[in-house]
């Protein structure tokens, strides 16, 4: 199956600041990369999706502005939390797919806690 | 939008034993996937299975389309298999925005 990397795996921040976090498709170039979150016990919701050079699609309910997607190349999309607040602590999901692939694969996720 | 319900949402199980899970959706669908997802958060693909059966190891899919179901079966299972299980389908009139089922957590003891 193919590789999806998440960096950082966890991150702590203080109210009010912005947290990047960054997916990589590590074997094959994926032109579409998706965003989810889970809350603890709960399933995975889409948050957005991102494909390679265009800008992202976001669900409904989801705040653009707070959200920033970037999909720069085959391999790289990132997300940024601005100004985050402790009601977007979360466990944030990327997955990859595309190039002829009907499956998504999965990073590891970033648990973020705002304090 | 689509509905995905899963059951069992919780199951107890000690090692050696056999399970099934099942997931029904309410809309047609041209693809399935199922999911793990380990303790530390990680989803592990485990079947791409748009229609009929497959089997890796301990474990199989079969689904119905049909009939609007995907079941997963899980046999002699180990404390590995802990975790939750999820599947998801596609959105109506998408390939690729993924609607995930309310998963199924699964505790393997010894």
């Known amino acids: 199956g193919a590789v999806v990397s998440q960096h950082p795996s966890r991150v702590i921040c203080k109210s009010g600041t912005s947290v990047k976090i960054e997916c990589r498709s590590l074997?094959?170039?994926?032109?579409?990369m998706f965003w989810y979150r889970q809350f603890p016990k709960q399933s995975l919701m889409l948050m957005a999706t991102?494909?390679?050079?265009?800008?992202?699609?976001?669900e409904q309910g989801v705040e653009k502005d707070k959200f920033l997607i970037n999909h720069a190349s085959l391999t790289l999309s990132t997300l940024t939390v601005t100004s985050a607040h402790p009601e977007d602590s979360s466990f944030y999901i990327c997955?990859?797919?595309?190039?002829?692939?009907?499956?998504?694969?999965f990073g590891p996720g970033t648990r973020l806690t705002v304090l | 939008g689509i509905q995905v319900e899963q059951s069992p949402p919780d199951l107890i199980l000690q090692e050696g034993a056999n399970s099934t899970l099942r997931c029904n959706f309410s809309?047609?669908?041209?693809?399935l996937q199922w999911f793990h997802q380990n303790p530390w958060g990680q989803l592990i693909n485990l079947f791409y299975i748009p229609s009929g059966t497959k089997q890796n190891g301990r474990l199989s899919a079969t689904t119905v389309a049909t009939e609007r179901y995907s079941l997963l079966y899980i046999s002699s299972s180990q404390t590995t298999d802990s975790g939750v299980y999820f599947c998801?389908?596609?959105?109506?009139?998408?390939?690729?925005?993924?609607?995930f089922g309310t998963g199924t957590r699964l505790q393997v003891t010894l």
């Open positions: 998801a389908v596609p959105w109506t009139g998408t390939a690729s925005k993924l609607t």
């Open positions: 991102s494909n390679e050079g265009s800008k992202a699609t976001y």
């Open positions: 809309d047609s669908v041209n693809n």
């Open positions: 997955s990859a797919g595309g190039q002829g692939r009907h499956e998504q694969f």
């Open positions: 074997d094959f170039q994926a032109t579409t």
